[in-house]
């Protein structure tokens, strides 16, 4: 099930991409993320593992992703390795506005395994809900008026 969002920050596309492609930075813009460790942006590339614990109903979940493009500042894109979340994949595109904003688009191909399956719609809702929630908080994190204290 492949659900987008996408977001104005008003931020040059070189800071939203350092952002983005940090793995440190990444618990301080999705919710649910307790921490990540993976290469530094100067040294990310195509193939490059990533580890990330979250918080999910059950408890404490970890997970491992391959970087699947890596193209500074304009493209990043994930994929789960895990049995939790293999199949999923995310990508970012971001594109530079005349203004110096970025547009950020995101795609994520969501799956999900378990004895109890959400229709369609309710798993297509919840996704774009939390991919657009994230893409809110990455804006306040990066807008100048929000970085202060």
Same mark, same amino acid.
């Given at each position: ?15 939203? !991409? ?6 440190? @930075? ?5 919710d649910s993320?307790? =921490? ?15 580890? !990330? ?12 992703? @391959? ?24 990508? =970012? ?18 799956? !999900?395994s378990g004895? !109890? ?33």
């Amino acid at each position: 099930m492949r659900v987008r969002a996408s977001i104005l920050v008003q931020r040059p596309i070189e800071a939203v !991409f350092a952002w983005l492609s940090t793995p440190d @930075e990444l618990p301080r813009w999705i919710d649910s993320h307790a =921490w990540a460790h993976g290469p530094l942006p100067d040294d990310n590339q195509v193939g490059a593992t990533l580890a !990330f614990e979250c918080s999910a109903p059950a408890g404490r979940l970890r997970s491992k992703w @391959e970087v699947t493009a890596y193209e500074p500042p304009r493209r990043l894109a994930l994929r789960g390795l895990d049995q939790g979340c293999g199949g999923v994949e995310l990508r =970012w595109t971001l594109e530079r506005v005349p203004s110096g904003a970025t547009c950020v688009w995101v795609e994520a191909d969501l799956t !999900f395994s378990g004895l !109890f399956q959400p229709s369609a719609t309710d798993l297509a809702d919840r996704g774009r809900r939390q991919v657009q929630h994230d893409l809110e908080i990455l804006s306040r994190r990066l807008e100048p008026q929000n970085r202060a204290g």
